[in-house]
């Protein structure tokens, strides 16, 4: 069995290989990558220059002006500019031996406040044989670590990872993907997106990909536009309010719930003009113990499934709790709220006679609700009620509900304490029942407002 490489020896074959060569640009976390090169010896036979423009208008003199300069954008122009730069500045009997490359990154580390969002891109253009065509890889990372030095290590690691397994790597797609987390970890450092393009790689769909980076444990969650189509976490969430669902990879239905009309029943409620909400459903690829995995085939489908009437996807590895609000609360501090029927609040509840499990379960409330997470509750038909209730192994005779037709949040009887916990939740606002007939609860504040307005003005007796 073959001993696994750690970087100064991934670095070093590189280093040793003699068809090897090519250029590394670095803005923003420093020099990490090509100081693995430089340090371990025989550079000379891989690295042909090294540059780092950390002002702002060198980079945008070497490379144009950049709206974003921690972006997709920036990293393609970093490979416009150096990869015909590299072939035109090379003698022919280089060229007719030699494998060129480029490898760029722009990063934003965490910075001396700890104020910004810390991430970055890589990318690798590459020829796959003397003369070939080139090849592409791009990287959308998010940085985990807690100070800017160990950031940068990070960094150096994976872009080692990466050269190495674009020359070296064996083995199915996602072999090497587990490849490019050798010496790291998912806290140090998540790959949210890539892309491939070029002769080294057939087309795959964004789908598998996914599948792939959230299965092999390269990234918490990624993102999918409608399309199917890898999007980095960050564009997508980023300042934005949302109204989400959550979808577990076992059902059969497209969406278990309407998404559009809670958010719409939403607004009304609240009566205001915020900015439109994102509209997201998360699919969670995390299986109790002993459950089975679902195939990637499987996960590929659902996913179709999910997006099919037009709204993005996150496919993660989160567990039931707090964890996606957790992480959606990296990118926005918006307002959030999540799309739930009354079967899943009953669950957050846990209408139990065992204290330990109530305990449990207004832990896990809590901490959701610390997060500032809204429950957006949909009514549910009565005996669908029942039974998903009884499949949670929930206990009926703590509960008291309607015989027939749809049960609405507020419809349903607790036992103390749950029903003084589901009482705060619902007078509080933190859990929203959703089809109720009538005026919204909104227009009916308005007028208690001005009803307590009038009595102000009134003139009192002096």
Avoid at 64 to 84: F, N
Avoid at 296 to 305: G, L, N, W
Avoid at 348 to 377: I, K, W
Wanted: include cysteine; glycine fraction near 8%; aromatic fraction near 6%.
């Amino acid at each position: 069995m073959r001993q696994a490489l750690d970087t100064h020896q991934r670095a070093l074959a590189i280093n040793l290989d003699p068809t090897t060569y090519g250029t590394f640009a670095e803005i923003g976390a420093g020099q990490e990558v090509a100081r693995w090169f430089l340090q371990v010896g025989g550079a000379a036979g891989t690295v042909a220059k090294t540059i780092s423009a950390y002002d702002m208008a060198f980079s945008d003199a070497i490379y144009g002006k950049a709206e974003r300069y921690v972006s997709r954008g920036r990293l393609v122009e970093m490979l416009d500019h150096e990869y015909p730069l590299l072939l035109a500045r090379l003698d022919r009997e280089r060229t007719a031996r030699s494998r060129y490359f480029v490898f760029a990154d722009t990063i934003s580390a965490r910075n001396y406040a700890g104020s910004n969002e810390c991430h970055g891109w890589l990318g690798l253009r590459f020829q796959t044989r003397p003369r070939a065509e080139p090849s592409d890889i791009l990287l959308h990372v998010s940085l985990g670590d807690p100070s800017n030095l160990l950031q940068q290590q990070a960094v150096g690691i994976l872009g080692v990872n990466l050269v190495h397994a674009a020359f070296f790597g064996q083995g199915p797609r996602a072999r090497r993907f587990a490849q490019l987390q050798a010496g790291l970890s998912l806290e140090r450092i998540e790959i949210d997106f890539v892309e491939f393009s070029g002769p080294a790689f057939a087309k795959v769909e964004g789908r598998v990909l996914a599948a792939e980076l959230v299965g092999e444990g390269l990234a918490r969650a990624v993102a999918l536009t409608p399309r199917g189509a890898l999007v980095p976490p960050s564009e997508l969430l980023r300042k934005r309010a949302i109204v989400l669902e959550r979808c577990g990879p076992s059902s059969t239905a497209a969406g278990e719930l309407d998404l559009r009309s809670a958010a719409r029943e939403h607004a009304r409620e609240r009566g205001d003009q915020q900015d439109e909400p994102l509209l997201l459903r998360e699919l969670s690829l995390h299986v109790a113990e002993g459950a089975r995995r679902p195939s990637a085939s499987a996960v590929q489908r659902r996913c179709a499934k999910l997006c099919a009437d037009g709204l993005p996807l996150l496919l993660s590895s989160f567990a039931p709790g707090v964890q996606l609000s957790s992480f959606l609360r990296r990118y926005t501090q918006q307002p959030l709220a999540q799309v739930v029927d009354v079967a899943r609040m009953l669950g957050f509840l846990r209408a139990s006679s065992d204290p330990r499990a109530a305990a449990r379960a207004f832990v896990s409330l809590g901490e959701l609700l610390g997060l500032d997470v809204r429950l957006l509750v949909a009514p549910q038909e009565a005996r669908e009620l029942r039974a998903r209730l009884r499949r949670a192994q929930l206990e009926l005779s703590q509960l008291q509900l309607p015989d027939a037709g749809l049960v609405r949040a507020d419809q349903v009887g607790l036992q103390p304490p749950q029903s003084h916990l589901l009482a705060y939740l619902l007078a509080s606002g933190c859990a929203v029942p959703l089809g109720r007939a009538g005026r919204p609860r909104a227009a009916l504040k308005s007028r208690a407002r001005a009803r307590s307005r009038a009595r102000a003005s009134r003139p009192r007796a002096g």
